[in-house]
């Protein structure tokens, strides 16, 4: 008997449509199942990025929202009802978002997982300035990505969950020299620097050199601010962290305003 190897490979795609202050939000899918991770865009951006990156709009089978800044948030509803898809998110974030009342919303907590076709999604607790802040790791089969974006420092635990990844979304979000010398206001200065604010390239460039041993091979650099940061800074603080790494880790950078090139976790074979 002759088997196709294909039918017992599994694969998982993603991409990211807008990281930073302005809007973020990412996609990721296995076959034509989909889900959306943080839903911060305009509706036509949104779905202009879905095209872009060839995922349908009836692929989406739900929204995953990581809290209720409105830069991860704002387009959700619209984008739930278009869609007639579940938004899921923390009684926290919950509390704190505005949705019609014909959106379903799905309760998730941290360490429990959500299934969404072929897909597991599970959520994680980070540090940030919210009610009920979560990172996620969507994964099928052995592939796993994970979100971890808006959390003012790094804990062990969202190490050990990061290096079960392959491909990780991590926050550069400023540079401390240009935060700090910048025109934000003192108490912006100060939220944003605080330990439930944004990690500095320093930060993320430490999480960054601890990941670098276990599974990650892919590191997407994103929620880099427009005002307190540089894509040059950001990769070379992020290089700087893997150059004392055996292992080949690919960087890039997530943009504002244009979706990122599809990222590809496959069987090897």
Same mark, same amino acid.
Request: hydrophobic share 40%; glycine share 10%; aromatic share 4%.
């Given at each position: 008997?002759?088997?196709?190897?294909?039918?017992?490979?599994?694969?998982?795609?993603?991409?990211?449509?807008g990281?930073?202050?302005?809007?973020?939000?990412?996609?990721?899918?296995?076959?034509?199942?989909?889900?959306?991770?943080?839903?911060?865009?305009p509706?036509?951006r949104?779905?202009?990025?879905?095209?872009?990156?060839?995922?349908?709009?009836?692929?989406?089978?739900?929204?995953?929202?990581?809290?209720?800044h409105?830069?991860?948030?704002?387009?959700a509803?619209?984008?739930?009802?278009?869609?007639?898809?579940?938004?899921?998110c923390?009684?926290?974030?919950?509390?704190?978002?505005?949705?019609?009342?014909?959106?379903?919303?799905?309760?998730?907590?941290?360490?429990?997982?959500?299934?969404?076709?072929?897909m597991?999604?599970?959520?994680?607790?980070?540090?940030?300035?919210?009610?009920?802040?979560? &990172?996620?790791?969507?994964?099928?089969?052995?592939? /796993? $990505? !994970?979100?971890?974006?808006?959390?003012? *420092?790094? %804990?062990?635990?969202?190490?050990?969950?990061?290096?079960?990844?392959?491909?990780?979304l991590?926050?550069?979000?400023?540079d401390?020299?240009?935060?700090?010398? &910048?025109?934000?206001?003192?108490?912006?200065?100060? /939220? $944003? !620097?605080?330990d439930?604010?944004?990690? *500095?390239? %320093?930060?993320?460039?430490?999480?960054?050199?601890?990941?670098?041993?276990?599974?990650?091979?892919?590191?997407?650099?994103?929620?880099?601010?427009?005002?307190?940061?540089?894509?040059?800074?950001?990769?070379?603080?992020?290089?700087?962290?893997?150059?004392?790494?055996?292992?080949?880790?690919?960087?890039?950078?997530?943009?504002?305003?244009?979706?990122?090139?599809?990222?590809h976790?496959?069987?090897?074979?």
């Amino acid at each position: 008997m002759t088997w196709n190897l294909d039918l017992f490979r599994t694969e998982l795609r993603f991409a990211v449509l807008g990281s930073g202050s302005r809007g973020n939000c990412a996609v990721v899918w296995s076959g034509r199942h989909a889900v959306l991770v943080d839903c911060g865009l305009p509706t036509r951006r949104t779905l202009a990025g879905l095209k872009a990156v060839g995922v349908e709009p009836d692929w989406i089978d739900g929204i995953f929202l990581t809290h209720e800044h409105t830069d991860h948030v704002g387009g959700a509803d619209a984008i739930a009802r278009r869609l007639g898809v579940p938004v899921h998110c923390t009684a926290g974030t919950r509390v704190g978002i505005k949705l019609h009342p014909d959106v379903q919303v799905r309760t998730v907590r941290a360490g429990v997982s959500v299934r969404c076709g072929p897909m597991t999604v599970e959520p994680f607790a980070v540090p940030h300035d919210t009610a009920e802040p979560v &990172g996620f790791v969507v994964g099928v089969g052995a592939h /796993r $990505v !994970g979100f971890a974006t808006d959390m003012g *420092s790094v %804990r062990e635990s969202v190490v050990r969950v990061l290096r079960t990844c392959r491909a990780v979304l991590l926050e550069f979000n400023h540079d401390e020299h240009m935060l700090w010398h &910048g025109e934000y206001p003192l108490f912006l200065k100060e /939220r $944003v !620097g605080s330990d439930r604010g944004h990690l *500095s390239n %320093r930060q993320a460039a430490a999480l960054l050199s601890r990941l670098a041993g276990g599974r990650v091979e892919r590191v997407v650099l994103g929620h880099i601010s427009g005002q307190n940061n540089r894509r040059d800074l950001v990769l070379n603080a992020a290089q700087a962290a893997l150059d004392s790494s055996d292992q080949d880790v690919v960087l890039s950078i997530a943009d504002q305003d244009t979706p990122s090139a599809v990222m590809h976790l496959h069987d090897r074979g």
